[in-house]
């Protein structure tokens, strides 16, 4: 794994909007906001092999309803 996998509340909070903003976004936006991800909060998509393509909020909600993902505080 390269990044984490355990998060406080405010973190998971921010890594959703961020990825929420990545559905929306062009290739070079998802691109800038994929880096934001690894960068700001050491979330890496490829942490998580078996979750579906295009990565989404709901794959992170997933995640953490099925303990892959935990969150803390």
């Known amino acids: 794994m390269k990044g984490k996998n355990?998060?406080?509340a405010s973190e998971a909070a921010r890594i959703l909007r961020l990825l929420r903003s990545k559905e929306r976004a062009e290739r070079d936006e998802q691109k800038q906001l994929r880096s934001q991800l690894?960068?700001?909060?050491?979330?890496?998509?490829?942490?998580?092999?078996?979750?579906?393509?295009?990565?989404?909020?709901?794959?992170?909600?997933?995640?953490?309803?099925?303990g892959r993902i935990t969150l803390r505080g």
């Open 38 to 66: 690894r960068q700001r909060h050491g979330f890496y998509i490829t942490d998580f092999p078996g979750t579906r393509r295009p990565f989404r909020a709901q794959d992170f909600n997933h995640l953490v309803r099925s």
């Open 6 to 8: 355990t998060f406080t």
